[in-house]
């Protein structure tokens, strides 16, 4: 998944997400909700909500439901960052950059890694947030995300 999108790309989706009920709402609602985190972070959080609810009703790989999980706790750790819960936003993002790493999904520890740098930095410690944007550089040269690494 991007670490961003263009309104283009959102709209799509959320013209897309319009027919769909249930579990099928999934493809399209996860890539919503994280592009919408600071777009539009109410609906990204409710989405992301939505999205949880709906894995249960799934058939997929225990694994699979474990990343889109963890993808949509990021939203949430994201939406709490940006209200300046910064203690809650750390607990979240450390427990999705957790089940992101057992999972082996680089892009999406490159995102965690991104978000705990932000939120060390607001907390004053510039040290920690550089090297959270170092960790976020290595995992994404990790799969070859060369996007994630120029953010870095």
């Known amino acids: 998944m991007d670490m961003y999108a263009v309104d283009d790309e959102v709209a799509h989706w959320e013209a897309a997400l319009q027919p769909l009920r249930g ?6 609602l996860v890539p919503l909700a994280w ?5 539009d972070t109410a609906r990204a959080v409710a989405l992301a909500a939505e999205g949880r609810q709906l894995l249960p009703a799934t058939a ?5 439901m474990c990343l889109i999980s963890a993808r949509l706790q990021l939203v949430q750790a994201e939406a ?8 809650d ?10 089940q992101l790493s057992r999972l082996g999904d680089h892009e999406g520890r490159a995102d ?3 978000l705990r740098a932000w939120i060390a930095i607001d907390r004053g410690d510039h040290r920690g947030g550089e ?16 996007q994630r690494a120029d953010i870095a």
């Open 80 to 87: 709490v960052w940006l209200a300046g819960e910064l203690d």
């Open 89 to 98: 936003a750390a607990a979240l993002a450390e427990l999705s950059f957790e």
């Open 112 to 114: 965690a890694h991104w």
């Open 131 to 146: 090297h959270e944007l170092e960790l976020m550089a290595a995992a994404a040269r990790a799969c070859g995300d060369g």
């Open 23 to 28: 579990p099928a709402r999934l493809p399209v």
């Open 60 to 64: 997929l790989p225990p694994d699979d």
């Open 35 to 39: 592009h919408l985190r600071q777009r």
